[in-house]
């Protein structure tokens, strides 16, 4: 167990004024079977904080609304999370999670990949699937988007924590695993980490590809999902034509 | 009938004049076209209405049920009724609409239930669309004109009035309100079906609205009128989910509600049908429903499917691929006519490669016997022909479930088709239900 002092701040700034803005927050650890948050505050600049709602994966969502006009847009939150180890009792997942989301479906690449790989339901099959998807990719920001799917990453061969999670979810499900992407934050990384769990007899694993290991209680989850695309950290429209710069600080240290 | 006969130019025309249109997709291209109406009707007997009526009804029970479970407990699924492979793989499954339960706990309120009768008088349902069926407008505004140029066919024989479909429409929206007006939302006068949304919200009594005319503030629905943001409280949507709301699903949807996602999970609007509703009306799903009349309502299904096999398990796979030449092959994830082949129609070439895509793909689709429907007469260059046709049933589900006794008959203007769609090129008829 670690006790864990988190900051999360996102600022977004905007050439031009924009308003009507409508956008659905994650940016709050999530509470649940490994992981309680102590304290905790979060904030939207400008607008008001709606009630926290629910995506249905069990992420805290806020559903917000800007009506007025603004040139910055700053959200997040901070506080202090007690986390457990990984493979702690959690209630059964989501069916879903034995299936592909919109970015991890498998091609032919992907599929080719997983028939060459050894089978086996033990977490050591598991280890070396994460140490196969490390080295099927190599690290390097900006050959890849937040669109990027499974497929693409690996058979573009380089990408950041986001497409090895992905490659190493959609080779788990192939071979028969319900597993879910994490997006969260991590000791040690300068903006939100991707990583994925496997349920195995009662309890979720988490695997990090990006890093060749497994994960521990250092890992805050923010929200979880079958892909990236279930849980993006905001996602919103707004009226304007402005251009957008997105400044990410965070903070997060055992105490 | 002579009289409507003789009427079917005027009818037509004014068809045209009222915008009356399809668009379909033909060669990659989108073309809008008119949607012709054939002057005899489908004339459905009542004791022959009377169990249709009551197996829609419980049909339609049994999916509600299915979608309510399905996003709940997911009894069905630990039961081992229906594999988690047809519920969750899908597309149409939507995770947002776990943990929830919509208004009243309904989820399918107007369900187009698409029938086709054998010729030995017996029915089969060919598929439940439980998203946004179109198609009640079409037989609505043909009534009416063919009430105005014959009104003796309608003194003469025992129809059910039909006209109650607007009252019946706000019935079901007033029933999940959640306080506030009641609007019909539209792509756009550019979507295929335009002419029907702007019919029904003026039958309903509905305020027809576009994106920009609503917005979510604080997680309620809004409407800008003239006397300025009036709050709403059932949502009749005629855009997909996908569209639906850019905070959610697709974020560069620029037709959608952006946020109302929040203000449904909130409890603050009525959306009709539920997001979601995709999971319960695949053609994978199809096969499972007359289990799910069993499972939920302890009967015996009033209606059958037509005879399907799903390749996902081994038995119906051999007999699939043994029996390909005489089978119809659906792709699940398709709509509208697309994704249809017929065994029949393709080469030895083009079997194979069906066979393969099939053992490669199994989940991805179903087989089914071809049934030979019974034919309706159609009026063609003033001469009777004889032309396959389908019946799309509307079933709405408010305080009570109801079949509206009336209905969308589909008919293939091809000599030889088996496929009615109105995305397909089809034309369509009026369904005459009579009262004795």
Known sequence: ?255 | MQELIAHQETINRQLARYGVKFGIYKNGEFKERLFPFDPLPRVIPAAEFAVLDKGLCQRVMALNMFLKDLYGDKKIISDGVVPEDFAFAGSGYLPVCEGFTPPKGIYSHISGIDLVEGRDGSWFVLEDNLRIPSGASYPLIARRLCRRCSPESFRQHNIVDNRNYGALLREVMNNVNTGGINVIFTPGRYNAAYFEHSYLAELSGAVLAESGDLFVEDNKVYYRSEKGAERVGAIYRRISDEYLDPTTFLPESLIGIPGVMGAYRTGNVAIINAPGNGAADDKGIYYFVPKMVRYYLGEEPVLHNAPTYLPFYKEDLDYTLANLNKLVVKDVAEAGGYGVVFGRELTQEKLAELAGMIKREPRRFIAQEVIDFKDLPVMENGVQAERKADLRAFVLTGAETKVWPSGLTRFSREPDSFVVNSSQGGGFKDTWVLSD
């Open chain 1, 1 to 255: 167990m670690k006790r864990l002092r988190f900051a999360f701040i996102t600022t977004v700034q905007y050439s031009q004024p924009v308003h009507g803005h409508q956008l659905a927050l994650r940016c709050v650890p999530l509470n649940d079977a490994g992981q309680h948050l102590e304290t905790y505050t979060v904030k939207i600049m400008p607008g008001r904080l709606p009630a926290p709602q629910n995506d249905g994966f069990g992420n805290t969502v806020f559903w917000c609304s800007i009506g007025s006009e603004h040139n910055v847009l700053r959200y997040g939150s901070r506080g202090i999370a007690r986390v457990e180890e990984p493979g702690q009792p959690a209630p059964p997942p989501n069916p879903c999670l034995r299936f592909a989301g919109f970015r991890t479906k498998p091609g032919k690449i992907l599929t080719q990949v997983s028939s060459a790989m050894a089978r086996g339901k033990t977490l050591a099959a598991l280890d070396a699937l994460c140490h196969a998807v490390h080295s099927l990719l190599r690290y390097q920001p900006g050959a890849t988007g937040i669109y990027t799917t499974a497929e693409e990453a690996l058979a573009g061969g380089r990408g950041v924590c986001q497409d090895y999670a992905h490659v190493f979810i959609a080779l788990a499900r192939l071979a028969g695993w319900h597993a879910r992407y994490c997006m969260g934050l991590t000791v040690g990384e300068g903006a939100t980490h991707a990583w994925a769990e496997i349920y195995y007899e009662g309890a979720w694993h988490g695997f990090d590809p990006t890093r060749d290991c497994r994960t521990d209680a250092s890992y805050l989850r923010f929200a979880t999902g079958r892909d990236a695309a279930d849980c993006p950290v905001e996602q919103g429209t707004f009226y304007g034509l402005a251009d957008q710069t997105q400044t990410v600080f965070m903070r997060v240290k055992e105490i």
